[in-house]
């Protein structure tokens, strides 16, 4: 495990905004969207001149798209673009921690292609099934 300078790897220079790209019924489809530019992000209350959150932030550095049917959520593909893999575990644990706590019932599942990552970020098999999921334990 890398030591992370701490002014280097500041949480609050990256932004992650949620959008949602299509709706069928109870599933949705969603993605995550990290995004750089290296000034720290201000906390600003929303008001009518806020600007839309498609134009916040500087070059996008890290994506997951996910499904949510009801109370599972499914990790569909990630993607990285950064030169490590911090910004993917912050957009790993602004989805986990914030948008589908476990605490209001969600089940986030991921697939077993990048498993140390997902092992670090809490997830766990269930079976010994290779094509099985992972799932967050808490």
């Not at 914030?98 to 990552?117: D, H, M, Q």
Request: charged share 25%; hydrophobic share 35%; glycine share 8%.
């Amino acid at each position: 495990m890398a030591i992370r300078r701490p002014s280097v790897y500041r949480q609050d220079l990256f932004v992650f905004q949620d959008f949602l790209y299509y709706e069928d019924g109870p599933e949705q489809g969603r993605y995550i969207l990290g995004k750089y530019d290296g000034e720290p992000y201000e906390l600003v209350g929303q008001t009518f001149d806020y600007p839309s959150p498609d134009f916040r932030g500087g070059a996008i550095v890290s994506r997951i798209d996910y499904t949510v049917i009801g109370e599972v959520v499914t990790i569909d593909s990630w993607e990285v673009n950064w030169r490590d893999e911090w910004p993917l575990r912050l957009a790993a644990q602004f989805l986990t921690n914030c948008l589908y706590t476990s605490g209001k019932g969600y089940v986030i599942r991921v697939n077993k292609e990048a498993y140390p990552f997902w092992v670090s970020e809490n997830f766990f098999p269930l079976t010994n099934e290779p094509d099985d999921f992972l799932m967050q334990d808490y």
